[in-house]
């Protein structure tokens, strides 16, 4: 059986760009967001047009953040259902695993840092650059984000993984991760932008 490659939804391999869907050019709020432009000359910004740009970037983070939710959590049913059958096979090929094999795989999987992409690390950064009054109880236009993963989880059958060969689980899971890995950079990137608005927010109060 082949395995999903680990950068999938933990990050991108040393040295690669990270994925993305801006387009320099393009006319969706992601390619307005993400614009070189978009946090140039901040200082010189009217206030007015600040905080349409923080309810822009805000807007964008929330809606990327509930997509990769929904990739996630379908991903997590496809990596579960790929580990159930590598114990299974393992289990039949080597017999049952000690206690004391047991305890270390335990011990293993509790000390395993979180990758810094990861949803809880996004979301504390998140919480740290947007405040709650700002953050859209739904996200406001899922968009193309929503599309692709509704194409992505179309052919999978996650009331049945069990009838899916090893080769389509395989390719699922891939898919989904690199679907993931898109949705994690893109975050990454706008989160970072809501870094330098708050930034410029915050020096106009302290003035």
Avoid at 184 to 203: I, K, N, P, Q, T
């Amino acid at each position: 059986m082949s395995t999903t490659s680990s950068t999938g939804a933990q990050g991108t391999v040393a040295g690669e760009p990270a994925p993305t869907a801006y387009r320099e050019g393009g006319s969706r709020r992601i390619d307005t967001v993400l614009h070189p432009t978009f946090t140039q000359g901040l200082p010189d910004l009217p206030d007015e047009a600040l905080r349409e740009r923080r309810e822009l970037a805000v807007a964008e983070e929330a809606d990327l953040a509930y997509t990769r939710r929904l990739v996630d959590g379908r991903l997590d049913l496809l990596l579960a259902e790929r580990a159930r059958r590598e114990r299974s096979e393992r289990a039949t090929s080597l017999g049952e695993r000690s206690d004391d094999e047991i305890v270390a795989g335990l011990v293993e999987a509790l000390l395993r840092s979180e990758p810094q992409d990861s949803p809880s690390q996004q979301d504390a950064v998140a919480r740290a650059v947007v405040d709650a009054k700002e953050m859209p109880v739904v996200p406001s236009n899922v968009g193309s984000y929503h599309r692709d993963a509704e194409r992505a989880f179309a052919d999978i059958r996650f009331s049945d993984l069990g009838s899916l060969a090893d080769e389509e689980l395989d390719e699922h899971a891939d898919l989904l991760a690199r679907l993931e890995q898109r949705l994690s950079a893109d975050r990454a990137r706008v989160l970072e932008v809501l870094g330098l608005l708050r930034r410029e927010s915050h020096a106009r109060v302290a003035d």
